[in-house]
């Protein structure tokens, strides 16, 4: 049966995640800096936990967490390490409990880093940030069990066969927990499915398959190929994006996202899969429990076994 996910933020539940800028917290000193940095991160650490119940009440079975859920951890001069936060071990210890939940309620939790991150940037100090980034992510995942680290391909930089070769040597330097939680993602830009599948088998990094991205950079791969194709490059449940256009498919800009999702734009050869499908719907957990009726029995709307991750 298909999980449905919900993706970072809430519309209408009064769930929030707490964010701050670099610009406010350097015009603090350290001490003040961290304990306020160290507020925050437990607020998540409680918001996350709030998210979950709601998920699993709800019919929910995966959640994407948001990428600054520990504020500025990787920033050049505002980072910091967990050590340095005051009650920073009782933090740790707070998100760990979050996926202790998620584990007992057969919960899916994962992440989808922010636009910055590309492996194979054509600037050594952007993949390094990158590369940061994917670390403190992996670190948190593996607190909560979250088995995805979703990116992107990057750019083409006018060859994409070279720009994929970079983007896979720079697999080489993430560690264990970062490197076997990482996906790939088509996009609705640069790399299609048929442009990934290629770099998934030679490295065993799954791919991440949206629907929406392929029907507005199309490759010659039918829906149902690219599904077939996508999942057998995953060595657990798979995970796909699904996505409905703002002002329909004649309009213009179709890559942009609606509230909601048009059942019609639910591949139909999805609906007898074991499969993850978030929900990326501006309309957030109100448009996931929408398409969740939509689709009736076809959903997994109660706990059960996680997905098979292998990943702890």
């Known amino acids: 049966m298909i999980r449905l996910g919900l993706c970072c933020t809430f519309r209408d539940e009064p769930i929030k ?5 670099a610009a406010v917290v350097s015009r603090m000193n350290r001490g003040d800096a961290l304990a306020k940095l160290a507020g925050l991160c437990l607020a998540n650490a409680e918001a996350l936990m ?8 709800n019919g929910i079975g995966c959640f994407r ?18 050590d340095d936060l005051p009650g920073g071990g009782a933090i740790v210890d707070r998100f760990r409990s979050c996926g ?33 980034e994917l670390e403190y992510q992996a670190e948190v995942a593996e607190w909560i069990g979250a088995d995805v680290l979703n990116v992107h391909g ?13 983007f896979a040597r720079s697999l080489d330097r993430l560690s264990p927990r970062a490197r076997g939680r990482l996906t790939v993602e088509n996009d609705d830009r640069t790399y299609t499915p048929a ?16 629907s929406h991205h392929h029907r507005c950079k199309p490759d010659g791969l039918s829906v149902e190929e690219a599904t077939a194709l996508a999942a057998g490059t995953w060595d657990r449940e798979p ?52 398409l969740r009726d ?18 702890s």
């Open 17 to 21: 995640f707490g964010v701050t800028t």
């Open 50 to 57: 709030a998210a979950l119940r709601f998920c699993d009440a």
């Open 65 to 82: 967490v948001n990428s600054q859920v520990l504020p500025l951890k990787t920033h050049p001069q505002q980072g910091y390490e967990m």
């Open 100 to 132: 202790d939940f998620a584990r007992e309620r057969g919960l899916r939790t994962c992440f989808h880093p922010d636009q910055f991150v590309v492996l194979n940037s054509q600037r050594a100090e952007v993949v390094d940030a990158s590369l940061r």
């Open 154 to 166: 990057g750019g083409a930089f006018g060859d994409k066969a070279r720009a994929l070769d970079d």
């Open 195 to 210: 442009d990934l599948l290629p770099l998934c088998r030679a490295t065993g990094v799954p791919l991440v398959y949206d």
């Open 239 to 290: 995970l796909f994006h699904v996505s409905s256009p703002i002002a329909g498919w004649e309009g213009t800009r179709p890559e942009r996202h609606h509230d909601f999702i048009d059942p019609a734009d639910f591949p139909a050869c999805w609906l007898g899969l074991e499969a993850t499908v978030e929900v990326e719907a501006k309309a957030k957990e109100v448009a996931v429990m929408k």
């Open 294 to 311: 939509d689709l009736g029995p076809a959903v997994r709307t109660t706990a059960g076994a996680g997905p098979s991750t292998g990943r």
